[in-house]
């Protein structure tokens, strides 16, 4: 017999008697408050991340300092032009050198401070743990309440990939001191910029 | 009921001291936010901790004993963790502070324990039909291009996993932290072919390089101080053995794998949920290595329990919302990854494994546990853990969980482990899939004295221990704690001979409530609802 088969039937030989329905998963209140934005962000930083404005000459003036200090630049993104063009890209290990990506989120979660992606916005998954920073945009508009509303939504059926980056890369393995950059990105910086507006 | 009870009942005053002062830090290299507040997200401790100065540089006490089959003898493991101060104080305070991370989590969630119920009878009635939620899951995954595999146990899934990194030419594997692959020995049965694994979680690292198994489900290297691993590291990868900076030695860590992350050929991840509506294997972790071992080689298995599954996606949105506050205080962990089709150009393989699993669910008393979701809460609040140290339990699972599913592996190996337990139930009241993992403890306990897989000394005080210890509500009444989270024990159900474990064993300023004290007190005087 093959293994799946005797796992298979040696389940339904043990089943628990008894009936066990499957609960019916109410729609519980959101704890945060009306200002999502204001709630995104406070969380956010609480979980190592940063939260910026736009600048009014300069959308990017948050980061602009890292950017400028960064020989390579992988964007996702069609306000921001780098130089390293991830169409092109033949393998990820061909990121290893990026010094900042910047990609734009599916949407945000107040709840966590969480932030959205798919294959699709990262265009190569790897990216987004390769590059020591990343800059995420995203439109005010797209964060929702909390995480339940989170998994209502339809990407997480549809994408070959999906990941809710909260905060950037973190251990506190030794001693629980916290440290950021333990294998992927060093900081996650969320840049509140409406879809299309730059 | 000593000042320390009330203490603890009045949980603020609690949260701001130390159990044990003298491991205190006072710089505190934790990173800060963006507004200069200290951040405790992850596993931070929310404040500094160390284990003492190198001055008093302490050799780290090994794990219990493994001698075959025989009986694991984990009180005098535990004896050799007690003997080390320094670590055992660290280990406790480390622990404790998770431990209250997590309550205060919890208390911003009106609705934490409706999740809880939720989060238990959707896993009971996943469990009720496994079979069916299997072959949904299988389907789902082929459907997305997935090659799906089935083990029956360990071996079957270290040769199959061997076998695919063969068929593959690879030469090596990185791979993410999995309790499951640590059961099956997988990183023992690899050492012999000749592909190297490398593990890039850093605790996990940690153990890796220095031969130990991990001793917490969520933070492996737990029990080592930073001198501990500045040690493992100075060996193992030529750092400053005199720079035990916490910094430096994870960033050490940092760029000695990232070459080696690039180089591998296969990635291996564990799974924390598989969805069977979608097919999905999700996973939580907070460095990233998880994505790091799915997304860059062209090779990428997950190993996968068959209790993972849950029916549908939107029942993480409860289990989510448990998982890191209960394991770490953390609303959500760094990242939570959902890989469900493979890459363009490369493969993805799932190996769903039983390993007696499929087995334990007919055991009526126990098959509960298979809800659980290796949140390690029961191990951070048990007393005996934090004061013992999870290598001391000679088992891939140790603490309270360890407790009811490390027999059903060995009986024989592991029957002494259901009795280091103080029966105080506070793992219970902090699962958050509601497993009755005291009443389990002590019904293992029946289960061996009468398979007489225990010696008749135990059995002995089985037989005095059956009054109060069947009746949990009498006996947390008796140690007097309300929520019974306990800082301390109180002294009398350590040393009482109810107890197997305390016995010959010192521990610092327990309250002296003696057991008759408490008789008269609560089962004379009030009753407990006898
Ligand atoms: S038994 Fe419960 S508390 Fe313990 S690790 Fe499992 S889920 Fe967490």
Known sequence: MSSRAATLEAIRKNRPSGEYALPEVPVFAPLVGEDLVAEFGERLKRMGGRIAEPGSADPFEAVRERLKASKIVASAVPEIEGNRDLSQVAQPQDLAD??????????????????????????????????????????????????????????????????????????????????????????????????GAH | MSADDLNLRSGASNRDGLIHPEVAKANDESERGQDGQRLTHAEGA????????????????????????????????????????????????????????????????????ELRELASAIKAHTLSRLDEYLEQFEAQA?????????????????????????????????????????ECGFRHYMAGTGIEVIETDLGERIQQLDDEEPSHVVMPAVHKTRLDVAEVFAKTMGTDPENDDAHYLAESQRMHTRPLILEADAGLTGCNFAVAETGTVVTCTNEGNADLSG?????????????????????????????????????????????RKPRPGTEMHMVLVDNGRSERLGMEEFWTSLKCIRCGACMNTCPVYRRSGGLSY???????????????????????????????????????????????????????????????????????????????????????????????????AVYNPLNTWGKGREMPETPRQSFHAWYRQNRMGKGTGQ
């Open chain 1, 98 to 195: 990026v010094d900042v990506a910047v990609v734009r989120a599916v949407f945000g979660v107040a709840e966590t401070g969480s932030v959205l992606f798919t294959q699709d916005e990262l265009r190569v998954n790897a990216v987004a743990y390769l590059a020591q920073h990343l800059i995420v945009l995203l439109d005010p508009a797209d964060i929702l309440v909390n995480i339940q509303a989170a998994y209502r939504r339809p990407e997480f059926g549809r994408a070959a990939y999906a990941v809710l980056h909260t905060g950037p890369s973190a251990t506190a393995d030794i001693e629980g001191v916290l440290i950021h950059g333990a294998q992927g990105v060093r900081s996650l910086t969320v840049l509140l910029m409406p879809r």
């Open chain 2, 46 to 113: 929310s404040r500094p901790i160390s284990a003492a100065p190198k001055a008093a540089r302490e050799p780290q006490p090994r794990g219990a004993k493994i001698r075959g089959d025989r009986p694991i003898d984990q009180a005098e493991a535990a004896e050799r963790f007690l003997a080390a101060p320094l670590h055992q104080k660290a280990h406790d305070e480390r622990l404790w502070d998770v431990r209250k991370k997590r309550d205060v989590a919890t208390h911003g969630i009106p609705e934490w324990e």
């Open chain 2, 142 to 182: 082929k459907a997305n291009g997935v090659h799906v595999h089935w083990a029956a146990d360990g071996a079957e899934h270290n040769r199959l996993v061997h076998r695919l990194l063969k068929d593959h030419g690879a030469r090596s594997l990185i791979k993410s932290k999995s309790m499951l692959t640590e």
């Open chain 2, 295 to 339: 997304n860059v080689p062209r090779l990428q298995i997950h190993s996968i329990g068959i209790e993972k599954l849950i029916p549908r996606t939107e029942h993480l949105g409860v289990f989510i919302r448990l998982l890191s506050r209960s394991a770490l205080g953390s609303p959500i962990t760094q990242y939570t990854s959902h890989f």
């Open chain 2, 394 to 492: 000679g088992a891939t699972y140790s603490g309270p969980i360890g407790l009811i599913i490390d027999p059903t592996f060995n009986k024989r190996k592991y029957s002494t482990l259901p009795f280091s337990s103080t029966m105080n139930g506070s793992c219970t009241n902090v699962c958050p899939v509601k497993i009755n993992i005291h009443e389990q403890i002590f019904a293992w306990r029946k289960v061996l004295a009468e398979e007489h897989q225990i010696p008749l000394l135990k059995q002995g005080m089985m037989k005095a221990a059956g009054q109060v210890l069947s009746r949990p509500a009498a006996y947390r009444a008796a140690i007097g704690a309300a929520d019974s989270a306990l800082r301390h024990l109180p002294r009398f």
